[in-house]
Nanobody, 125 residues
Framework: DVQLQASGGGSVQAGGSLRLSCAVS????????IAWFRQAPGKEREGVSC????????WYADSLKRRFTISKDSAKNMVYLQFSSLKPEDTGVYYC??????????????????WGPGTQVTVSS
């Protein structure tokens, strides 16, 4: 069974930092793209960042790349998302997804076959 488990969410004040973790099992980690998406209440799921093990590419949402950093540890099958300078608008449920990504459409949720349960991030002003 393929499993993804996001963790590390919590409540922080604006300007704070946080690191999310995504534990991946049941697939060949280095063949897959692992992406972070988030969903705020009443809004659609949006892509935050992605790292593709197949070709080494990484992507960020343009509005977030100066504050978020994606990284991975292939030995542990883990992907991390480091936040800095958090804002109240970063509040939402953060999900990690896995898929075989052949192009650059990392931001489309339907590119990903597997999802884990999300982790809540709440940023207060």
């Amino acid at each position: 069974d393929v499993q993804l488990q996001a963790s590390g969410g919590g409540s922080v004040q604006a300007g704070g930092s946080l690191r999310l973790s995504c534990a991946v099992s049941g697939l060949n980690f280095d063949d897959y793209a692992i992406a972070w998406f988030r969903q705020a209440p009443g809004k659609e799921r949006e892509g935050v960042s992605c790292t593709n093990g197949a070709d080494g590419k990484t992507w960020y949402a343009d509005s977030l790349k100066r504050r978020f950093t994606i990284s991975k540890d292939s030995a542990k099958n883990m992907v991390y998302l480091q936040f800095s300078s958090l804002k109240p608008e970063d509040t939402g449920v953060y999900y990690c997804g896995a898929g075989l990504l052949y192009g650059d459409s990392w931001y489309n949720p339907w590119e990903y076959d597997y999802w884990g349960p999300g982790t809540q991030v709440t940023v207060s002003s």
